[in-house]
Every structure is written in structure tokens, then in C-alpha cells.
């Protein structure tokens, strides 16, 4: 029976591109499936392309596919990745002219589409659609103040890019799973989109599941264990193996990683994966499939190989996810730290000082957010404070004030309400962070949309070197 091995990329961008490299050099893989994209990265690539309107994707890609084609060209693997964030052409085309810079050539397809800007925008949409996806509330409150929506694409597209030829396939927003899902169909033959048999759906599920315990690079091989104790005994972090897949026709996989390297797959590493950012495990909802986990069996074989089977699916709905942005105002924020004795009796008396002042200076904010690195930064309101006694005795206490406000005045001046303290504020400050940091912000407006407004204006578009 035929198979295919898949192999984990980025899991966000910025992330270790090396051992992907070591899962093509030994892990025999023929795909790679790379997720670029967590759910705040469409922010940050807005940001980009504020300043430079040819930007916009993950820059990441180009010194990441510079190291790894040669690899690729060598043993013939295919990469899939959603780095094209908010501008594919201009990823494709920035990865293009860094390889024809070396003479390198490559059939680079660019997947659009998912852009639903202008939908969010349009004033005659009707108020009861794309309404916030937890609140409620109209898209009219943002409308004049959103810069960029994104439906989430399925694995269609991809499939459609890998069957003209493509070496490379560079999306924009597509569902982190479908990533992995369409090099699956298109290397085992699995029927896709009209699928509505059970073997059919389950295969797909399958799939899906798949991609979803290899999307985040080394959490699926150990990183990040969160295992009480247990995560001491993940070995070699510094050399770790990305997770890998082999997949056959009936959706059987076995998850493993390429020989020699770091980090373990066993069952409690993988059954945390599992169930990352799953709401239902019984109705996971993806654009292909919806996938019900709960007949999964995950038969640990020991050295690093964990079998899947038992995933059960079912017809996907009529519409999309959709993840916009719109503008938020600003945040600047302030850390300086005060040693003992009184260590916490200082911090409350500096931080009511600059309550104080911006009353008094009638500075306009929707919030002042106070927290104590190495107190409760982590897990706030879950993370009780010690007693006044105790954090008074404390070596030193670190504040951490961010202001947050519509205005980008107040914002720019709210470093400026803090020197003085220096010396005239309470005795031993220290360290002042942060005093010109403003930033804005920008609100997440998550969302449906009909996939049958989106999915007719999905393009692929072939670069590089043709078939």
C-alpha cells in the first residue's frame, strides 16, 4: 500500500528552520508543510506593510527556502507554506529573485484568494453577517477602522498548485492543518471538496489530524512538554527533530522524527498535541473536514513511533473562519523596579503617583494595566501575591505599567511622566524600561464568512520555471 512522509516546518514565524533541514537529510521525507502564521502574525505583518506596501509576508521565507532548496532539488521534496501572510505574490516573488540571484531555477505557485477585506468593508453587507464570532456585535462598529481580513483556505488549493508541478506553494491565510492535508491528497489520490462518504470523510480526518500534530514544529516532538517532571527527560533539545508523518492510502500514519536527533515522540507527547488549542475534540472544524477525535487510538511502538488510526470525519459547513484586524488605539508601557527594604510598599506608592498625574493632567486612557514580572506575569489572577510582610522583605519588585489609550499623543508622553521619580519619587528605584515605547494596536475581529462568497475567487498562479 502506497505512502507518503510529510515532514514539519516553521510553527511560527521566526522559528528553527535546522531541523527541517535534518528531517530531509535524514528523515526520508518528500514533503514539508511549514506554518508561518499564529493567529496574532497577521497584526505584525500589517505593521509591515504600513511601512512598506511590497511587504506584508513572512520574511522569514527567503533565508529559510536559501538553505533549505538545495536539500529540496536533491532529493526531490516539495515545500508548502503559509508565509505568504497578507502578500503572497510578494513572498513568492521575493523568493524568486533571491534564487535566480544564485541560478537556482523552481516552479513557485502562489495561492490568493482569502483576502475578504473588501467584504468586511462593504456598507450593504447585511448587519446580521460577519458579526464577532464570540460577542456578537455588528462589523459596523470597526468597519472604518479594519485593515486587513483573511478567510482561512483549505487544502483545495494547494492540492491544485502540487498537481500543476509546483516545488513551492506559498499561501496566505489557510487553515494550519490544510497545510500538511493537501500534499496528502494529492500523493494518495484522496477525493476532496465532493467527498461525502464515510471511508472518504475519514481519510480526510485522518489527514487533518495529521497536520494538526505536526503544525507547531517541535511541540510535536517534546518542545514545550508540559508535563509536570516528565519534560526533564526530553532529551537534546538544542539538536530537536521536527515531528514527521508517514501516511498511507486507508489514512493509517505513523508519527515519528528523522534518526539522531533531539526531543521524543511517545504517546504523551503526542496526545498533548493532540489536544492543543482544541475546543471540541468531538467537532474540530477545519474548511475540508470536521474531524471527531474521539475513536483516535494512539498505539505508542517505543523508539520515537507513535501509530494513528481511528480518526472518524464528517462533511464540512458552509462557511469559513475569518480573522481580520482593525485599529485599537495605542499602548506604552513602563517597567522599573524597587529594591527592599519596603520593596512593594514602594512600587504601589510610585505606581499611585502616575494614577495621580494622569488625573491630574486629565490624560486620556481606557486602562492602566499594572503586573509584577516574576510575581504574577504569567499567570495573573491565577497567581496569588504573597502577603505585604513577605513582598516587602523581597530582594526587589519589578512594575510593569502599560497605558492604554485612543490617543497616540497621550501614549507618546506617558515615559515622560516618569524621569523625575528618579529623585523625588520613593528611594532606590531602578532600571527604567521602556520610557519612548509606543505602539499601536490592533483589535482581532474573528469571524464566518460563506465559503461560497470566498472560495470562487481563489487563485493559484504557477512562477518560475514551467513544467
Avoid at 49 to 65: E, I, S
Avoid at 358 to 384: C, W
Wanted: hydrophobic fraction near 45%; charge should be negative.
Amino acid at each position: 500500500m502506497k505512502s507518503i512522509r510529510i515532514g514539519a516546518g516553521l510553527g511560527f514565524y521566526g522559528d528553527n528552520w535546522e531541523p527541517v533541514a535534518a528531517s530531509m537529510e535524514r528523515g526520508g521525507v518528500q514533503f514539508i508543510a511549514s506554518d508561518h502564521l499564529a493567529e496574532l502574525t497577521l497584526a505584525i505583518l500589517q505593521k509591515d506593510r504600513q511601512r512598506d506596501p511590497a511587504l506584508g509576508y513572512a520574511r522569514d521565507v527567503v533565508p529559510m527556502l536559501l538553505r533549505l532548496w538545495p536539500l529540496m532539488r536533491e532529493r526531490g521534496v516539495r515545500f508548502v507554506c503559509n508565509a505568504g501572510g497578507l502578500n503572497p505574490m510578494g513572498a513568492a516573488q521575493a523568493v524568486l529573485a533571491a534564487f535566480e540571484a544564485k541560478g537556482w531555477p523552481a516552479r513557485i505557485a502562489v495561492v490568493t484568494g482569502d483576502d475578504v477585506l473588501p467584504r468586511l468593508q462593504d456598507a450593504s453587507t447585511p448587519a446580521d453577517e460577519l458579526a464577532h464570532l464570540f460577542t456578537g456585535q455588528p462589523v459596523s462598529q470597526v468597519r472604518e477602522r479594519l485593515v486587513f481580513g483573511n478567510a482561512y483556505l483549505g487544502a483545495a488549493p494547494i492540492v491544485q498548485a502540487l498537481d500543476a508541478g509546483a516545488d513551492i506553494v506559498i499561501t496566505g491565510r489557510v487553515a494550519d492543518a490544510a497545510l500538511f492535508l493537501g500534499p496528502l491528497v494529492h500523493g494518495l489520490g484522496w477525493k476532496l471538496g465532493g467527498a461525502t462518504e464515510p471511508q472518504d470523510l475519514n481519510r480526510l480526518a485522518q489527514g487533518l489530524t495529521v497536520g494538526h500534530l505536526l503544525e507547531c514544529s517541535g511541540q510535536g516532538s517534546g518542545g514545550n512538554f508540559g508535563s509536570q517532571g516528565a519534560w526533564k527527560d526530553i532529551p537534546d533539545l538544542a539538536h530537536i527533530g521536527y515531528p514527521i508523518a508517514e501516511v498511507w492510502e486507508d489514512g493509517t500514519a505513523l508519527i515519528t522524527k528523522a534518526p539522531g536527533t533531539g526531543g521524543r515522540i511517545n504517546f504523551d507527547t503526542v496526545r498533548q498535541q493532540l489536544l492543543y488549542e482544541v475546543h471540541n475534540p468531538h467537532a474540530y472544524h477545519s474548511p475540508d473536514v470536521v474531524l471527531d477525535m474521539g475513536g483516535i487510538v494512539l498505539h505508542d511502538e517505543g523508539h520515537d513511533r507513535v501509530r494513528l488510526t481511528g480518526v472518524r470525519g464528517q462533511a464540512p459547513g458552509p462557511m469559513l473562519k475569518v480573522v481580520a484586524g482593525y485599529r485599537d488605539g495605542f499602548k506604552a508601557e513602563v517597567t522599573w523596579g524597587f529594591s527592599w527594604p519596603d520593596a512593594w510598599d514602594k512600587s504601589q506608592a510610585a505606581t499611585a503617583t502616575i494614577r495621580q498625574l494622569l488625573q491630574d493632567k486629565r490624560i486620556p486612557h481606557d486602562e492602566l494595566f499594572v503586573e509584577y514580572p516574576g510575581l504574577n506575569s504569567a499567570h495573573g489572577e491565577l497567581a496569588p501575591l504573597p502577603d505585604v510582610a513577605a513582598l516587602n522583605a523581597m530582594n526587589e519588585i519589578w512594575t510593569r505599567l502599560v497605558l492604554r489609550t485612543p490617543s497616540k499623543a497621550a501614549a507618546d508622553g506617558f515615559g515622560r511622566l516618569f524621569p523625575w521619580l528618579a529623585l523625588s519619587g520613593p528611594a532606590y528605584t531602578c532600571g527604567f524600561n521602556g520610557l519612548h515605547n509606543t505602539s499601536e494596536l490592533l483589535g482581532i475581529w474573528p469571524t464566518l464568512i460563506p465559503r461560497a462568497l470566498v472560495e470562487p475567487q481563489v487563485r493559484v498562479e504557477l512562477l518560475g520555471e514551467q513544467a
